[in-house]
C-alpha cells in the first residue's frame, strides 16, 4: 500500500473527531476494496480525497475538512511542491492585483510595472524579491504598494533560509556542471523534507562541502542562523581558513575533521580589541551569484599571477575568487593545465542580471586570456 494512503487509513482511523463517523468508516471499506482490487495508488488517494471532500461540504465537517486539506497538500508531487515553493512570496499575484489597483492609473508606475513583468518573463520569482521592492519603493505612498513591499520583506526574513537553499539549487543547475547533480537532489530533498540548517546540510553533504556554490552555501546558512540566534557560529572552513597558535584539547572525528576545545583568555582578548578599531558589515540581503571557469594555462603559471590578472580589471562586485581544482593531462596540450577557479559576485543595493553577471565574467575572461594567455575550458 502507498505510504501516503497508507497516512491517510491511519489518520482516519486515529483521529478521535473523525473516526466514529460512518462517512470514514465507508470510506476506509473503499480505500481497502480498491488496494485489493490493484487500482493504482494516485488514482486510490485522488478518489478516497474527492469522497471525503464532498462529504466534508455536505455536512459541514470542519475536522474532515482540515484532513482532506492537509493529505491533499501533501498528494502534491514533490517536482510541483519544489515549483511551489519557488513561487511562494505569490509576486505574480501582487503584481495582478497593484495593476487592478488605482495606482495603475499613473503613467510612471504603469512603466514600473511593465518593467517588472519583463524581468518576470526571464528570470525566477525568488531572484527577483529585492528587485522589485526597491523598484516600488519610490510609490510606497500608496497603501497597496506599502502593503506589498511589507509582505515581500516579511516573506524574506521568515523565509531566508530557504531561500538561500533555492537560489543555491538554481545557480548550480545554471553551471550546467555534472559535479552539482547529487547536491541538487539532496537539497531538493532536504527542501521537501524541510530540514535544511547548516548542521544538517554539513552532515547530508559531507563528502560535497569543497563544492564552491555548496560551501558558500553552508557558510550563508550558518550566518543566517547566527543572526535569529544570537549565538556565533565560524562556519564551515575552506582552503583559506587558518587557526593559529591554539594549544587545546584535540578530538578527531575523522580523517579531514576534528574538534578543538578552546579556553578564550577573556580579558587579553579585550584588551587587544581595545586597541583595535573593529568595522562590521551586515550581510547582504541580496543573493551572491557563483560562476565557476576553467581555465587552461601554460603549467607554470600561479594562484598569484591569477590574482594579478583580476587585478588589472576594476570590479567591485567580485566578492571573492578561489582555486578550487588544478588538473594536468596531455590532452589538454604540451606542459599545459587546467585550474578551475570559483567566482561570487554581490551587489549590495540590489539583486544581480545574468546579463550584468555575464558582463563582468567576460571582463576576467578578458584579463586571464591577455594577461596569461588563457584558454577558457568549454
Known amino acids: 500500500m502507498n505510504s501516503l494512503i497508507q497516512e491517510l487509513t491511519t489518520e482516519l482511523k486515529s483521529n478521535t473527531q473523525i473516526k466514529d463517523s460512518i462517512v470514514v468508516k465507508v470510506v476506509l471499506e473503499s480505500i481497502n476494496n480498491s488496494v485489493l482490487l490493484g487500482v493504482s495508488s494516485s488514482d486510490v488517494l485522488e478518489n478516497a480525497l474527492s469522497t471525503l471532500d464532498q462529504l466534508a ?211 587579553a582578548l579585550v584588551t587587544t580589541a581595545e586597541k583595535q578599531k573593529i568595522v562590521y558589515k551586515e550581510v547582504s540581503k541580496f543573493p551572491a551569484v557563483q560562476r565557476d571557469l576553467a581555465l587552461v594555462v601554460d603549467r607554470s603559471v600561479t594562484y598569484a599571477a591569477i590574482e594579478f590578472a583580476v587585478g588589472t580589471v576594476k570590479l567591485p562586485k567580485l566578492k571573492n575568487i578561489r582555486l578550487f581544482d588544478v588538473f594536468e593531462s596531455d590532452k589538454l596540450g604540451v606542459n599545459k593545465k587546467s585550474m578551475a577557479l570559483s567566482c561570487t559576485f554581490v551587489d549590495e543595493e540590489k539583486t544581480m542580471t545574468d546579463t550584468e553577471t555575464d558582463s563582468m565574467v567576460a571582463k576576467l575572461i578578458g584579463a586571464f586570456e591577455k594577461e596569461l594567455g588563457a584558454e577558457i575550458r568549454k
Not at 474532515?64 to 519557488?86: D, G, H, Y
Not at 488605482?102 to 524579491?129: H, V
Not at 564552491?212 to 549565538?231: A, D, F, H, Q
Open 57 to 267: 461540504q455536505a455536512t459541514v465537517n470542519e475536522n474532515l475538512k482540515e484532513v482532506v486539506a492537509k493529505f491533499k497538500k501533501m498528494a502534491v508531487k514533490p517536482t510541483q511542491r519544489l515549483q511551489n515553493m519557488a513561487k511562494e512570496a505569490g509576486i505574480s499575484i501582487k503584481i495582478k492585483a497593484l495593476k487592478e489597483s488605482a495606482m495603475y492609473g499613473d503613467p510612471t508606475f504603469k512603466y514600473t510595472i511593465s518593467k517588472i513583468e519583463e524581468k518576470l518573463a526571464g528570470i525566477p520569482e525568488f531572484r527577483l524579491i529585492g528587485v522589485i521592492s526597491e523598484a516600488l519603493t519610490p510609490y510606497s505612498y500608496d497603501k497597496n504598494v506599502a502593503d506589498t513591499i511589507s509582505e515581500l520583506a516579511k516573506y524574506v526574513n521568515e523565509n531566508r533560509a530557504k531561500l538561500e537553499v533555492i537560489n543555491a539549487i538554481f545557480e548550480m543547475r545554471q553551471t550546467s556542471s555534472m559535479i552539482y547533480s547529487e547536491s541538487i537532489a539532496e537539497l531538493e530533498n532536504s527542501l521537501l523534507e524541510n530540514s535544511y540548517s547548516s548542521d544538517t546540510l554539513k552532515m547530508k553533504m559531507r563528502g560535497k562541502s569543497t563544492l564552491p556554490i555548496v560551501n558558500r552555501l553552508i557558510n550563508t546558512l550558518s550566518m543566517v542562523e547566527s543572526k535569529l540566534s544570537g549565538k556565533f557560529n565560524i562556519g564551515l572552513g575552506n582552503g583559506d581558513a587558518k587557526v593559529n597558535s591554539i594549544i587545546a584539547p584535540f578530538c578527531k572525528i575523522s580523517e579531514s575533521e576534528a574538534v578543538v576545545f578552546v579556553d578564550i583568555d577573556v580579558a
